[in-house]
């Protein structure tokens, strides 16, 4: 049974910082993808990062203040977020999926990850 157990998340001013831990259980060995992303009321999850076993993807909205990277030991993938602002505010989540990681620009990518931790609040004061 997998499973994504998540750690993290909270409220920050503008310009704080946070890190948000994914440990994953239960997943085979092969190719398969964990992924970030997050959801405010009314929109699609976007996704935000994401390691597909070798490289690791950062959205565009991101790049540049979010850092995804993963401890291979623990099973964990992290998020990273820095210089905070608050249309970051929104409920996190992490997954994963067997096979190829999803380009981040598909709005509908979030459809394609079977496995879902619970999501973690993320909230960003001005």
């Known amino acids: 049974q997998v499973q994504l157990i998540r750690s993290g998340g909270g409220s920050v001013p503008t310009g704080g910082a946070l890190r948000l831990a994914c440990q994953t259980y239960?997943?085979?060995?092969?190719?398969?993808?964990v992924a970030w992303f997050r959801q405010v009321p009314c929109k699609e999850r976007e996704g935000i990062g994401e390691?597909?076993?070798?490289?690791?993807y950062i959205a565009d909205s991101v790049k540049g203040r979010f850092t995804i990277s993963q401890d291979n030991r623990k099973n964990t993938l992290y998020l990273q977020m820095n210089n905070l602002k608050p249309e970051d505010t929104a409920m996190y989540y992490c997954?994963?999926?067997?096979?190829?990681?999803?380009?981040?620009?598909?709005?509908?990518?979030?459809?394609?990850?079977?496995?879902w931790g619970q999501g973690t609040q993320v909230t960003v004061s001005s």
């Open positions: 239960g997943l085979m060995d092969g190719i398969y993808c």
């Open positions: 390691f597909d076993g070798a490289d690791r």
């Open positions: 997954a994963a999926k067997y096979g190829g990681s999803p380009p981040l620009t598909d709005l509908m990518a979030w459809s394609r990850f079977r496995y």
